[in-house]
Every structure is written in C-alpha cells, then in structure tokens.
C-alpha cells in the first residue's frame, strides 16, 4: 500500500521558485597581432663599413615593435549577462506562489542559494520559470548535506529522495512515484537500520 509522501521542511520555502534562462557568452576572438616582416633588398653596389646611426636604429625598432603591438580588451568587449544564473533568496520575491527577481517582471529561471549565519551554504535549488525544477539540497550549518529532493514544474518528480544526519551518516532514503512514497529506509545516527523515522532521530 503506498504511503502518502512526507512533507519535507523545506518546501514550504522553496514552493513557487522562478528563475532566467542562461545566456551564452560568446567565444573569445583570437587573431594574430603580428605582420611578417618584409624580406631587406641587398645593397651590393659597393660594400662599406659604416655602422648604422642609432637614429636610424631606432626608428625601425619602433616601426618593427608598433606593428606587432597587441590590442587591448576594449577592442574585444565581452558582452555582459543580462542575467545572473546564480542568486541569492535576498535577490528573490514571491508573487502569487512564483518567484521573480526584484524589480524584474519575468519569472526567474537559474540557481538560488541561501546561506547560514556563519556563512555555509543552507540551501539551493534550481528554478525553470519561477518554480522548483531540479535537484533541491539543504545543509547543515557544518557544511554536511542535510536533504536532497527532486522536482518538476514546482512539484515533486519521481525518484529517489535522501536525508543524512549531521555526522553525514544516511539517516532516510525515500522512492517516490506519481507523488507518493513508495519506498522508505531509516537509520540512526551510528548508521544501524531502524523501522521508523522516530527511531532513526536516536
């Protein structure tokens, strides 16, 4: 008999993401900043000791150096992301269960993070035009995994669902079909299998 499907924490927070679409940059171009140099016609009229004046000198050392001058990045600009793909939920809003950036219109499609007090990731979840699409990860305030879930379209996808206790030891393993739980393992925190989810909190 199949079980209803566990509500996990977290979804309250994540139902209703939005996120952009990539934008590709294009390749750098690469062009040869050099000229070969030009083959000197041979004086041999009437052949001579002199040495050639420093003026003389440096005037085609400046000409040799000007024409392999390399061109700065100005010349090359690389255009920028009208979008970021990586954001934080401070950069978010919810509008009617959809999640947009602020001060943006379109519902966002790329990664958001949250992250703990002290600076470790809490959260990030990927988000397909404004909703929960893709792979959902927690972590303890350690920087350990906490869950990690499976949506679609803002709505849990088939598959394997998993929770770890802080010492990163498996804690649950869940086998999610058509939105309910088919399948569930525990264990406690010395990685011993138990029978339910109150005993694999001991």
């Not at 050099?34 to 050392?61: A, C, F, G, Q, R």
């Not at 498996?170 to 739980?181: P, S």
Request: glycine residues 8%.
């Amino acid at each position: 008999m199949k079980k209803t499907l566990l509500v996990l924490p977290f979804l309250l927070f994540i139902n209703g993401c939005g996120v952009d679409e990539e934008v590709e940059v294009p390749p750098e171009i690469k062009e040869a900043l050099s000229e070969p140099e030009e083959p000197k016609e041979e004086i041999i009229e009437e052949p001579t000791n002199e040495v050639p004046s420093e003026e003389n000198t440096l005037d085609s050392t400046q000409t040799e150096e000007s024409s392999v001058e390399p061109q700065t990045q100005e010349e090359f600009p690389v255009s920028p992301l009208s979008v970021p793909d990586n954001v934080s939920t401070e950069e978010i809003e919810i509008r009617e269960g959809v999640q947009y950036l602020k001060d943006s219109d379109t519902p966002y499609t790329g990664t958001v993070f949250k992250l703990h007090d002290n600076g470790e990731k809490e959260m990030e979840l990927n988000l397909k035009d404004g909703k929960p699409d893709g792979v959902i990860v927690t972590y303890y305030g350690n920087g350990q995994k906490k869950e990690q879930s499976n949506f679609k379209d803002g709505k849990p996808a088939d598959g394997e669902w998993f929770g770890w206790h802080e010492n990163g030891q498996m804690k649950v393993k869940m086998i999610i079909e058509d939105g309910e739980t088919i399948s569930e393992e525990f264990w406690n925190s010395e990685g011993e299998q138990v029978d339910s989810s109150l005993e694999s909190e001991g």
